[in-house]
T-cell receptor, first 110, second 115 residues
Framework: QKEVEQNSGPLSVPEGAIASLNCTYSDRGSQSFFWYRQYSGKSPELIMSIYSNGDKEDGRFTAQLNKASQYVSLLIRDSQPSDSATYLCAVIASFQKLVFGTGTRLLVSP | ETGVTQTPRHLVMGMTNKKSLKCEQHLGHNAMYWYKQSAKKPLELMFVYSLEERVENNSVPSRFSPECPNSSHLFLHLHTLQPEDSALYLC??????????????FGEGSRLTVL
């Protein structure tokens, strides 16, 4: 079982729709969770961090954490073509390692 | 210059060459990292330096040799690499305050091709 799992995609959504990106993790003791965005040919950029159960909103982005079910998700409202990128989920596991998933590729069509 | 800068952006080398990757951060952070990114694989942590001391070495082959002369500069010296070492090498920095952080700032990366 991978420590951090993401569907590689691509996830295709029309412009203006809500994009929902999901991530599951295996270490129940994980405490800190992060979403990075990586445009093609570019480096990852941190867009959200979440540390407690529930929702955290920042503009069009909402991170959702459910520790009991061991998943974290990222919702992008009013998706734009400029949101097309690979989204990486990262988790600080209980053994004090930052573990990345392989990423989900999002395509937003005009 | 702002953020984290890496040079060169692209590097092609033979298996017998010696080259170095350079990273500089202008964020005042106290930790710097080398990551390897290969297709279809998660980001792999190679080395971590905190306050210029190496605190992590994830079983990286000795053909990769890091150097951190000060808190703003990080090098990755490359020697007798293998074709499977071809990848994007990312430098990152962060501010460590009492524990591991996942809030990293990445450079644009150095795309390495080993022939």
């Amino acid at each position: 079982q991978k420590e951090v799992e993401q569907n590689s995609g691509p996830l295709s959504v029309p412009e203006g729709a809500i994009a929902s990106l999901n991530c599951t993790y295996s270490d129940r003791g994980s405490q800190s969770f992060f979403w990075y965005r990586q445009y093609s040919g570019k480096s990852p950029e941190l867009i959200m961090s979440i540390y407690s159960n529930g929702d955290k909103e920042d503009g069009r982005f909402t991170a959702q954490l459910n520790k009991a079910s061991q998943y974290v998700s990222l919702l992008i409202r009013d998706s734009q073509p400029s949101d097309s990128a690979t989204y990486l989920c990262a988790v600080i596991a209980s053994f004090q390692k930052l573990v990345f998933g392989t990423g989900t590729r999002l395509l937003v069509s005009p | 210059e702002t953020g984290v800068t890496q040079t060169p952006r692209h590097l092609v080398m033979g298996m017998t060459n010696k080259k170095s990757l350079k990273c500089e951060q202008h964020l005042g952070h106290n930790a710097m990292y080398w990551y390897k990114q290969s297709a279809k694989k998660p980001l792999e942590l190679m080395f971590v330096y905190s306050l210029e001391e190496r605190v992590e070495n994830n079983s990286v082959p000795s053909r990769f040799s890091p150097e951190c002369p000060n808190s703003s500069h990080l090098f990755l010296h490359l020697h007798t690499l293998q074709p499977e070492d071809s990848a994007l090498y990312l430098c990152a920095s962060s501010q460590l305050a009492g524990g591991l952080t996942g809030e990293l700032f990445f450079g644009e990366g150095s795309r390495l091709t080993v022939l």
